[in-house]
């Protein structure tokens, strides 16, 4: 157990709080901050790592906590708040501070799951956009790639059906 010298007499700290000086002016027990997570009586509190939050300031035995999928943390020192819609957090316990977009080739699907591929002749060219749906080819223009807007038609070609990514020959 450890102790701190307070008037003339020993006391200890009370559960949940610390004092981790050995020799000081103020021996006073404290109470973690936030964004910290308390460890044991006589050590300073430990942060909490990526993804983890802890948001009280007198509070004893304060734990880090983690968001579950479909939310996150802006800072280790602020509750979990819900991704906005058009982006996702797919891991629990979370392991960072933020929602994510889906990256080009993919398709938002919910909150809490990971970007769905792009079917095959469609597309989705953007990194940082909201709520990224795949999508056909304009009519006259050519599927290339998952991840890449569409081409124009080659001369003497064409393509009219939006569901496909063949060119009719004129």
């Not at 708040?81 to 919910?110: M, N, R």
């Not at 591929?117 to 989705?124: E, I, L, M, S, T």
């Amino acid at each position: 157990m450890y102790f701190f010298f307070s008037s003339s007499n020993y006391s200890s700290c009370e559960t949940g709080k610390f004092q981790e000086l050995s020799a000081a002016i103020d021996y006073t027990c404290k109470y973690c901050a936030a964004g910290t997570s308390f460890t044991a009586k006589n050590t300073a509190c430990d942060p909490c790592l990526n993804g983890l939050y802890q948001e009280d300031n007198a509070e004893a035995s304060v734990t880090c906590k983690t968001c579950e999928r479909g939310q996150a943390s802006s800072v280790a020192t602020a509750v979990c708040e819900s991704c906005e819609e058009g982006q996702y957090q797919d891991v629990s316990p979370a392991t960072s501070y933020e929602c994510k977009y889906c990256l080009e080739g993919t398709s938002f699907d919910t909150k809490s799951t990971v970007c769905r591929p792009c079917d095959a002749g469609k597309y989705q060219d953007q990194n940082s956009a909201v709520a990224m749906d795949c999508k056909f080819c304009l009519a006259s223009t050519e599927y290339t790639a998952k991840t890449s807007p569409c081409v124009d038609c080659l001369a003497g070609k064409f393509q009219v059906d939006l569901r496909k990514k063949l060119l009719v020959f004129f």
